[in-house]
C-alpha cells in the first residue's frame, strides 16, 4: 500500500509541527536548568526567553502563564519517568518485570534533578499543579499498575486493588529517594531494600 503524498501544505504542516515541538522541548529545558541552577526567582519569561534565544511572546503563546509554563514542567516530569519505565525490557516472568521497573525508576528520579525538585519537592513555591495534571501525571505509573496486576493474575501476588500495591510502592521508593537526595543516603541499597520489602508483603507465598 503506498501512502497519499503529503503534498505542499502537509508537508508545511507537519514542519512548522516538528518546530513547534522543538522549541517548547527547549524551553522547557531552559526553564528547568534555570530552576535548578538559579532557584525559582529566575523563572521569568523574559529570562527564559533571554535563554532560549526567542521571543516573550512565544513562552506566552505555548503556556499562556507562568502557572503554565510550571504545570508543563511538571507533566514533562513525569513523562519523561515513563519513557524510563517502558524502555525496560518485558520478562516472560511477570514478577520479574515488576522487580525490574524498580531500578528504572530510580534511575529515572536521580537523572532529572531538577524535575524532581519540582515534582516532588515544591521547588517553586506556591505551584499547585492541578487536579487534572495530577491525574495525568498519576496515569505515568499505570505501566506499573498493569505489572502488578499481571503479578495477580499469575498467583504471585495477593488478589487486590494493583494501585493499592503500586501507591505503597511508590511511597517506599520515594522515601529513599528523597534521604539520598538529602544526603543521608549513600547510593541505592536502600531504596533496593525498601522496594523489595513493599513487594513480599503482597506475595502469596512469603517463605
Known amino acids: 500500500m503506498t501512502s497519499v503524498p503529503l503534498g505542499l501544505q502537509g508537508a ?5 509541527r516538528a518546530s513547534h515541538d ?18 525559582p526567582d529566575s523563572l521569568t519569561m523574559r529570562r527564559i526567553a533571554s535563554e532560549a534565544g526567542c521571543t516573550t511572546t512565544v ?26 519505565l517502558e524502555a ?30 519540582l515534582m516532588f519537592e515544591r521547588a517553586i513555591p506556591g505551584f499547585e499543579p492541578s487536579e487534572r495534571a495530577r491525574t495525568l501525571a498519576r496515569a505515568a505509573l499505570n505501566i ?7 503479578c495477580i493474575s499469575s498467583g504471585q501476588l495477593i488478589p487486590t486493588q494493583p494501585r493499592q500495591i503500586a501507591d505503597a510502592l511508590w511511597a517506599a521508593a520515594q522515601g529513599a529517594i528523597s534521604l539520598e537526595r538529602a544526603g543521608h543516603l549513600r547510593d541505592g541499597h536502600t531504596y533496593e531494600a525498601v522496594t523489595t520489602a513493599v513487594v513480599c508483603c503482597y506475595l502469596t507465598d512469603r517463605r
Open 12 to 16: 508545511y504542516l507537519l514542519g512548522e
Open 22 to 39: 522543538e522549541m517548547r522541548s527547549r524551553l522547557l529545558d531552559v526553564a528547568v536548568n534555570l530552576l535548578q541552577s538559579d532557584g
Open 59 to 84: 513562552i506566552y503563546t505555548m503556556f499562556g502563564s507562568r502557572e503554565g509554563l510550571a504545570e508543563a514542567l511538571y507533566l514533562e516530569g513525569f513523562e519523561r519517568i515513563r519513557r524510563f
Open 88 to 117: 525496560v525490557p518485558q520478562r516472560r516472568d511477570p514478577l520479574e518485570y515488576l522487580t525490574a521497573l524498580g531500578p528504572a525508576y530510580r534511575q529515572a528520579c536521580v537523572a532529572e534533578p531538577g524535575y524532581y525538585s
Open 144 to 150: 506499573l499498575d498493569r505489572a502488578i496486576a499481571d
